[in-house]
């Protein structure tokens, strides 16, 4: 039967040795853990003592921290949940005769951080695959650098080249077809300029020279710059946004428009170019060297008026110039004057002009024929010679023959007359009236 000593008191033995002889000791009413105590009771398997002990085993004499060891077999550590940090001033070396494995299975394999001052994989003589895509969101950027990295597509390896063994094709080098539309943008303040001793030819089915948007576009060389199309093309140069088109400068010898014609349209229906009375210059066509040129509109014209005044007699059935008689100014333009009081004097450049007398005349013999016809400087213009009748006394209209003649600069145009039997003076009234046919400085 069991036996119990009761008592709410410690209960102390003093002797220096108590021996259990027992076979089990059971603890029914155990104090409640406590994971603080270091020490636990032990029994000692050779003498049956029972001992205080420490309740971590010891180290083992080899371990990881003073000796190099070797697997027994295959070891995992898993981290549950908390960090691995191996840190300290050393180096970290791991060397496999097989393989070896980073990898992370939700985040990132990363090597240096913020305190790395330089990373290196791999090693000179050995093969480094890197699988996947590749990034370097951090390289700085040196144009000083003579060497690039090429990929072969085949090898799948990375090789360094230098910059000037670049096996590329481009627009210096090569010639190329274009795969879709590009684009080249000038900024306001740069311009873009062809230039060079070649010939430059811009040749497409419609070539937009419009689409050169920029404050300055130069297509020049030394020989020739050619804007052309295909058949049936069109070059435009300008647009609807263009306020002025120069072709040439001051510096450009000449300019040339090749064609079967010239045609320039603008928005006006009525006319091929747009008037403005307050221009001062024509252009105009030498056929003779092909050229336009631009000339001063100049329209001279002009009268003289005489009014009821008389000849010298006259005595020949040929028209001599009048030597007597005064006119007065009716209008006459800058390089047209009144001289030696019946004369016109035209100081202007060679050019064309339609000259003609109109008005009245009178005999002093009359039932005879009298002629009239301009003279330049004293001398008759056969074209302009025309007669009348004079049956009685009265004035009758005679009129020169209308003609075009070039005047050159300090030519005087005057009138004469003419009588058929018998010598008279001749009374006369009426307008010697120049006037430029053409609207430049040309003949």
């Not at 001992?51 to 077999?73: C, F, H, K, Q, R």
């Not at 804007?227 to 435009?236: E, M, P, Q, R």
């Not at 019946?342 to 002629?371: D, K, M």
């Not at 213009?381 to 006394?393: K, L």
Request: charged share 10%.
């Amino acid at each position: 039967m069991s036996k119990f000593i009761t008592t709410n008191d410690p209960i102390k033995f003093g002797s220096p040795n108590i021996i259990f002889d027992v076979n089990n000791i059971n603890l029914p009413n155990s104090p409640i853990v406590n994971n603080s105590n270091t020490n636990i009771l032990s029994r000692n398997t050779v003498t049956g003592d029972i001992e205080v002990i420490n309740s971590l085993p010891p180290a083992p004499a080899t371990n990881i921290y003073n000796s190099n060891g070797s697997l027994t077999a295959n070891r995992t550590l898993t981290l549950g949940g908390f960090n691995l940090t191996i840190s300290g001033i050393g180096a970290i070396t791991i060397v496999s005769s097989t393989a070896l494995t980073l990898d992370s299975s939700l985040g990132a394999v990363s090597f240096g951080t913020s305190t790395a001052t330089s990373v290196d994989v791999g090693r000179s003589g050995i093969n480094t695959t890197l699988g996947g895509n590749l990034f370097a969101s951090h390289l700085a950027l040196d144009n000083t650098k003579p060497n690039y990295l090429a990929y072969d597509s085949a090898t799948k390896q990375i090789f360094y080249n230098t910059v000037a063994n670049i096996p590329l094709n481009n627009i210096y080098n090569t010639s190329g077809v274009l795969t879709s539309t590009r684009n080249v943008s000038v900024p306001t303040t740069m311009s873009l300029n062809f230039t060079g001793a070649g010939t430059a030819v811009f040749n497409a089915t419609g070539f937009l020279a419009a689409n050169i948007l920029s404050v300055n576009s130069n297509f020049s060389g030394t020989n020739s710059a050619t804007l052309s199309t295909g058949a049936n093309g069109v070059i435009f140069i300008g647009n609807s946004n263009i306020n002025t088109i120069s072709i040439g400068n001051l510096n450009t010898i000449s300019t040339t428009l090749l064609g079967a014609s010239s045609v320039i349209q603008t928005t006006t229906i009525t006319t091929p170019l747009l008037v403005d009375a307050n221009k001062s210059n024509i252009v105009y066509f030498d056929p003779i060297t092909s050229q336009l040129s631009k000339s001063l509109i100049v329209n001279d014209s002009g009268a003289i008026r005489f009014n009821s005044q008389t000849s010298q007699t006259i005595t020949s059935s040929i028209e001599q110039v009048i030597t007597v008689g005064t006119a007065i100014t009716a209008s006459l333009t800058s390089n047209l004057t009144l001289s030696g009081f019946r004369n016109i004097l035209y100081s202007g450049l060679t050019r064309r002009f339609r000259i003609t007398f109109t008005g009245n005349v009178s005999a002093a013999v009359t039932a005879q024929e009298i002629g009239v016809a301009i003279f330049i400087d004293g001398i008759r213009q056969d074209a302009s010679v025309n007669i009348t009748r004079i049956p009685s006394a009265g004035n009758f209209a005679l009129n020169t023959c209308e003609f075009v003649v070039n005047l050159t600069s300090g030519n005087l145009v005057s009138i004469g007359f003419s009588r058929s039997t018998t010598d008279t003076t001749v009374g006369f009234t009426g307008n010697l009236f120049l006037q430029t046919v053409t609207l430049n400085n040309l003949a």
